[in-house]
């Protein structure tokens, strides 16, 4: 849904949670004529809240899941390696490809803060962003999230060498997110993804199983990013974000069952994604080395024509592990 003017609601940060009343259309434009600025009445529908967390969906799944989220282990096998195709036998058939606790070989398990790039467990850092050979750009249904997903996509492709293989997928189609939002690629593949939970189903799962180390909170006067210990990262008044002044965040995740590696870029509304899917692929792709953290929050400035480019200002104002 978009508000009345430039600013589109929550695709670039307005969660939908499970815990938003239902949706309406509202937002006064701004004095200027600007970019709307959803109004406090607008509360119910388009403030971004905190997220539910999910204790006990903890990063170190095995062996501490509960039974109905314990993954699919695959076919018992002895010691005669029984398992067909590219699987291998390791107590169990697996792809040791994709698998984040048999990556490369049996029994080498990549820890929390690492994940399976199919032969070893780099750190869960953005300078370790080529290490996949795959890469998944996963659409939903917003153009703006869509364009900032691809050209990150691009930048990898034509910086990355050896370069990854880069296809391009809804996030309906059934080989990339289950039902419940979980990416089905594993390891060896990263999932790119720009825009905030309300259209990106990935998001959502991963925000509400306690996955991403950031989230976006908000209420009707401020909206931000807080991390899982609940400081705010950023906390921005609703006023001052507009379709050229916003924030953006950058984080990198493993969702433990499957492995996949998540690379997401979202804006608190949809300028500050645009400027996100700018400065990734331009700056944070290219100069990956010196970015060797596993999320960045940025504060962007536009010089006035409304649109991401090198003129700009872009303002690192926080970063971790």
């Known amino acids: 849904m978009r508000s009345g003017g430039g600013l589109l609601r929550s695709r670039g940060a307005v969660v939908a949670l499970g815990v938003l009343a239902a949706c309406s259309a509202g937002g006064n434009p701004k004095p200027d004529g600007g970019a709307d600025a959803l109004a406090p009445a607008d509360t119910g529908s388009d403030a971004a809240v ?13 062996p501490d899941l509960k039974p109905d989220l314990m993954p699919d282990l695959g076919i018992p096998c002895g010691d005669g390696g029984e398992c067909q195709g590219p699987l291998s036998c390791c107590g169990f058939c697996v792809d040791i490809h994709k698998d984040p606790r048999n990556c490369g070989a049996c029994g080498t398990r990549c820890s929390t803060v690492q994940f399976c790039t199919g032969t070893a467990c780099p750190e869960l850092s953005f300078a370790n962003v080529c290490s996949n050979p795959n890469v998944t750009v996963v659409k939903d249904p917003f153009e703006t999230d869509n364009n900032a997903a691809s050209l990150i996509g691009k930048a990898l492709a034509s910086s990355c060498m050896p370069p990854p293989t880069v296809v391009e997928k809804d996030q309906a189609s059934p080989d990339v997110l289950d039902g419940d939002g979980r990416p089905l690629a594993g390891g060896s593949t990263s999932y ?39 400081k705010d990262a950023i906390s921005a008044p609703r006023p001052t974000l507009t379709d050229t002044h916003d924030f953006f965040l950058v984080q990198l995740s493993v969702e433990p069952v499957s492995g996949t590696l998540s690379i997401a870029a979202m804006g608190l509304f949809a300028p500050g994604t645009t400027a996100a899917g700018f400065w990734v692929s331009t700056e944070m792709v290219p100069k990956r080395a010196s970015y060797p953290d596993a999320w960045y929050v940025f504060e962007w400035t536009d010089t006035g024509d409304k649109l991401p480019n090198a003129a700009d200002t872009f303002t690192m104002v926080a970063h971790g592990k």
């Not at 790119?192 to 950031?214: E, M, V």
């Open 192 to 230: 790119i993804s720009a825009g905030g939970a309300f259209g990106q189903h990935l998001i959502d799962y991963l925000d509400k199983a306690g996955i991403t180390p950031l989230y976006i909170t908000g209420d009707a006067t401020n909206v931000g990013f807080r991390d899982r210990n609940g």
């Open 50 to 62: 905190d997220a539910p967390l999910s204790p006990d969906l903890a990063p170190d799944l095995m």
